[in-house]
């Protein structure tokens, strides 16, 4: 358990390191200005959809690539614990492991970020779609 806890946070920590360098880039796109004239809406178009493949999307496919890969361990982890606590009580807090309870707190922030890079990513995506030069529904 403790290697796969190991594995878990490693990887987490690689990409909250990334979320931390792409992140500010990530919200600079999102708060970009529609420009008042559809001919100007190239540049910031341009730079979001750049952000986007380059930043949001590798970003959230990592992330969630990650939970999925872990997010079985945690549940079985955590439906243990609960079939012990329901035959046991209180009593099973004797067999507590912090490794088993870490690995699944590292799933969880894991399966939160991810949430957040989700949301993230839609909102870029759709606004992308807004400032599309050749989008005419306006």
Known sequence: MSDLLSAASLLLGVLAILFGLWYPEITKAMDTVEPPHRADYIRPYKQIKAVLYSRAIPLTT???????????????IIFLSMDKYSIEGIGALRSYSAVSTSFVLVVSLALALD????????????????????????
Do not use: G
């Open 62 to 76: 990592a992330c969630s690539l990650l939970t999925l890969v872990f997010a079985p361990d945690a549940k079985r």
């Open 115 to 138: 949430l957040y890079l989700i949301y993230y990513t839609i909102k870029l995506v759709q606004k992308s779609r807004k400032l599309e030069p050749k989008n005419t529904n306006r």
